[in-house]
């Protein structure tokens, strides 16, 4: 019988979570509830000095008086602030040189992951920072990095051991009161990566952290500082799966980029999260700030695949303040059964003869939302300031909806903006045109589909182009050859 | 006091004067009550983010003027397109004047508001038409309701085509130190008929003017609209539009609004599909200089399958103008097959003139085209030094390059002497003679 779309539409809907398992590690968690205490307790446990435990209240305090956002086009229920632990850390925090060291049950967990540390070290030579639970467990290749002088490690550990850089740059491109869940996670914030590459050195290696969540019950707040010094260069790569759980998950991080003169950053997300199941029960809340700022002559790359979370609500950004620089954003975001995306970027153009480009893909199926929306925002002074944004919406089936909000808005009359937007489904032509020439219809749209996504998934590191069709693959099984 | 507050009080003093239909005046007071929760719009609703309209509700308007009628038609003749014979229905100040117009209710109806509203002939219709699509997203449409006494009535029977075009003309004398003007038009076209409607709202003085304006525009099967706004009014004047479009099978409308001056203009454009392949029409050219403001805000809204809708909205901005464009196609999950474009193209030309665009697409019907395209910029460099190494002067190429990105919302313009009087205005905006018509 020929596979047509609606017998991918009903893969996709009986389509369970494949990565669903849950790792049997003692936790050390507190109990649910937040409060100054709960605050003061976090960063005592982190054992951190005076000025952060400040800063955490003086976030927490802004929090408070804050209200939760509504102007997203997502529909869900409020997390209830009061019912989540806010800290749970793996019992035993290892240290290891090597992996043989490692608890066997977190090894496996990552085999199943398919990316075994052991392979990822040999073939891909990526160090893997990995975050289990808020807590930074194994980081390697540290060695090779400090020689270079590049500092990557823990968010924690990095407030203990080199408290000047983190005071200078924490909170400077997404400030305590930014919004609702940057307050938050500036308050609660268990831990995270920070990575800082020193003037004119060339990363040798992608970096990468691999994020789980693990714990029932316990909201992830991760922080990632990354600096780049002049001149330098870096790859970072960010990548998550949770396992299958009932209750709603709340994941609120903040990403703070700063790449000074000359500077280059690239960052790349997978997100895998656990989307619900197809009556739409469970899964993560995604509530992101993501932010970079760019010096002159710097450039921020943002790549992201957005398969997971029942709701996602993310815009990473571009503060493209010095003369010259360039922002990037590059983004798939799939959505299926009921999962919910708001997600988009900010372009704010600030110096002369600054840059961006957004190419922006969307891919709803079963009963989903999926929504762009954007700012590109040229002020007065940027003179010359070059956007061109492209946002493609794929449709499949009528129960979905696709969306698009750009604001765009522009103070110099020397700027050029453009901005497209297509929304259309698999033409029948197209398939039509494969069947034609022998390509069975289940290829034929896993072709299109690819070639919808191409642009992006070209943009990828190497190491996680493969990854990212594996994810792509999970949600679109049977389309994504 | 405030405008809103004297808005409400005034009305009692109102009804009392015009109260001649009991069902039409429970329906002023429920439209004030709703104006009274909905107050005007501030900018921190997301439709008016980029309209600030502080400046323009600071005034104290007289919300009922004086009847002086003094106009000759030697002082408007200007603003009229008079080289055609058309329809005229001209208010003063809001009051008609039967002088200066001309009506007719042979097979068509073009006539007041105020009659259809009193007189038990029109009943049928106002109860079947009047007040059906407005929405109630902001206090104006509801103000208007409240406070609806004048404005054009136009009934196009079955089969029936109107042998010249209607014009629309509102004109305020500047007898009020500042004058608030609540104008309120019915445009029903039954099957199979054809209508080309004028509207054109000006100002003959320096003094305030705020013009609220309500149409509402029913389209049968198979009818055809062609309607016009010419916008050109004085830095002083400000309007507020608001019209609602609603479309039967296979119906075509199609609305050009060229907005050319005024302090605050905004315009609230929606179309409403609801019978299989219709067509709307879209499109707008903004020039604007100085200070001035043109908001446009549109809605398309897909309910039936196999339509299509256009929006082409072209704007050149100099000095401090600002121009918004708030642009929104809506697809239902039923309406299959649509095609819907819109596109929306600016040109700045000083360093302090603003452009605010959000071309937004809802869609949640799978088998459709939608896109829409929105680019802001400058004149190319290129076609201008070409344009001058053959001798043009900097000023004309300027306009030619102007002139030709403009062109193709004036290309589906119906009426030649609209089309020649819009190059003209165009030509007088740039301060160039190019002898030619495009």
């Known amino acids: ?481 | 006091m405030e405008l809103k507050d004297k808005l409400i009080s005034s009305f009692l003093a109102f009804e009392e004067a015009f109260d001649l239909n009991s069902d039409i005046h429970e329906l002023r007071t429920r439209s004030l009550k709703e104006f009274e929760q909905l107050g005007f719009p501030s900018k921190k609703e997301e439709a008016w983010k980029y309209t600030s309209l502080n400046s323009v509700l600071k005034p104290d308007y007289s919300v009922f003027p004086k009847k002086e009628d003094t106009i000759e038609y030697r002082d408007i003749k200007k603003y009229l397109i008079h080289d055609i014979d058309t329809y005229n229905l001209v208010f003063i100040d809001g009051i008609y004047s039967s002088h200066l117009s001309q009506t007719t209710h042979d097979k068509i109806d073009v006539c007041l508001m105020s009659s259809a509203l009193s007189k038990s002939k029109y009943k049928p219709v106002i109860d079947n038409y009047f007040n059906k699509i407005v929405s109630k997203e902001n206090g104006f449409t509801p103000l208007n309701t409240a406070f609806s006494k004048e404005g054009a009535f136009i009934h196009i029977h079955k089969n029936q085509l109107a042998d010249k075009p209607i014009q629309i003309v509102n004109f305020a004398t500047g007898n009020e130190a500042a004058l608030m003007i609540q104008p309120r038009n019915l445009i029903v076209v039954d099957e199979n008929a054809h209508v080309q409607i004028i509207e054109r709202h000006q100002s003959l003085t320096n003094n305030p003017v705020l013009t609220n304006s309500v149409t509402e525009i029913y389209a049968a099967k198979r009818a055809i609209v062609d309607y016009y706004k010419i916008q050109n009014d004085r830095d002083t004047a400000s309007l507020i539009d608001n019209t609602f479009v609603e479309q039967q099978e296979q119906s075509n409308c199609s609305m050009h609004t060229f907005s050319f001056g005024g302090k605050l203009t905004r315009n609230n454009l929606n179309f409403y599909q609801r019978g299989e392949h219709s067509d709307s029409t879209l499109k707008g050219i903004t020039i604007i200089e100085d200070k001035q403001h043109v908001d446009h805000n549109t809605l398309v809204h897909h309910i039936s399958p196999n339509c299509e809708s256009h929006q082409d909205y072209k704007g050149i901005f100099a000095e401090n103008s600002t121009g918004v464009f708030n642009g929104k196609v809506l697809v239902d999950k039923e309406a299959q097959k649509i095609n819907a474009f819109q596109a929306n193209n600016n040109i700045l030309l000083d360093d302090k003139a603003t452009i605010n665009a959000k071309p937004q697409l809802e869609i949640f019907a799978d088998d459709v085209k939608c896109s829409h395209g929105c680019t802001i910029g400058q004149l190319d460099q290129d076609s201008l030094f070409y344009l001058r190494s053959r001798g043009i002067p900097l000023k004309e190429a300027k306009a030619l390059l102007m002139y030709a990105f403009a062109n193709n919302v004036l290309e589906s313009v119906k009426i030649p002497e609209i089309k020649k009087r819009i190059n003209h205005e165009i030509a007088q905006k740039l301060g160039v003679s190019l002898g030619f018509d495009l």
């Open chain 1, 1 to 481: 019988m020929a596979y047509t779309e609606d017998d991918l539409k009903k893969e996709l809907e009986t389509k369970e979570y494949e990565y669903g398992f849950y790792t049997d590690i003692e936790s050390d968690t507190f109990p649910i509830g937040l409060n100054e205490d709960v605050v003061r307790a976090i960063s005592k446990k982190k054992e951190e000095p005076e000025w952060m435990t400040d800063w955490r209240l003086e976030s927490y305090r802004a929090w408070e008086k804050m209200k939760e956002p509504e102007w997203a086009n997502v529909r869900y229920k409020k997390p209830d602030f009061q019912a989540i632990s806010y800290y749970s850390a793996p019992n035993k925090k290892p240290k290891y040189d090597s992996l043989d060291e490692v608890d066997p049950e977190l090894r496996a967990t990552f085999e199943k992951l398919g990316i075994s540390m052991d392979e990822q070290k040999m073939l891909a030579g990526v160090a893997v920072d990995v975050v289990m639970d808020s807590v930074s467990v194994g980081t390697t290749f540290k060695k090779t990095l400090a020689e270079k002088g590049i500092i990557f490690c823990s968010i924690s550990e990095a407030i203990r051991e080199h408290p000047e850089l983190v005071k200078k740059y924490l909170g400077t491109v997404v400030p305590q009161r930014d919004n609702f869940y940057a307050a938050l996670n500036s308050a609660v914030f268990s831990d995270g990566s920070f990575c800082y590459i020193p003037k004119g050195v060339r990363c040798p290696m992608e970096l990468s952290t691999y994020f789980r969540i693990n714990q029932a019950g316990t909201g992830q707040f991760e922080r990632t500082l990354l600096v780049a010094d002049e001149d330098s260069y870096v790859s970072y790569l960010e990548g998550c799966t949770a396992p299958s759980r009932d209750e709603n998950q709340l994941h609120a991080a903040v990403v703070e980029l700063i790449a000074l003169d000359g500077a280059e950053i690239k960052y790349s997300t997978v997100q895998n999260w656990y989307p619900g199941n197809k009556e739409g029960k469970g899964g993560v809340y995604n509530f992101v700030t993501k932010r970079g700022i760019c010096e002159a002559n710097a450039k921020i790359s943002w790549t992201q695949v957005e398969t997971g979370s029942a709701v996602t609500w993310k815009y990473p950004s571009c503060i493209l303040k010095g003369d010259n620089s360039i922002g990037e954003f590059y983004s798939i975001a799939v959505t299926n059964n009921f999962q919910q995306a708001d997600t988009g970027t900010k372009m704010i153009h600030l110096g002369k003869n600054t840059r961006s480009t957004i190419i922006s893909k969307g891919i709803s199926a079963g009963q989903s939302q999926n929504s762009y929306r954007g700012l590109v925002q040229i002020n007065s002074r940027a003179e010359n300031a070059r956007n061109f944004s492209q946002c493609d919406s794929l449709l499949m089936g009528n129960k979905c909806g696709a969306h698009t909000f750009p604001y765009i808005e522009v103070k110099n009359k020397t700027a050029m903006v453009e901005h497209e937007a297509t929304t259309s489904k698999i033409g029948e032509d197209q398939i039509f045109y494969c069947n034609q020439r022998g390509i069975p219809t289940e290829k034929a749209i896993a072709l299109i589909v690819n070639g919808f996504s191409k642009e992006v998934l070209n943009k990828l590191p190497m190491e996680f182009a493969v990854e990212a069709q594996k994810l792509l693959e999970i949600s679109l099984e049977g389309s994504v050859g």
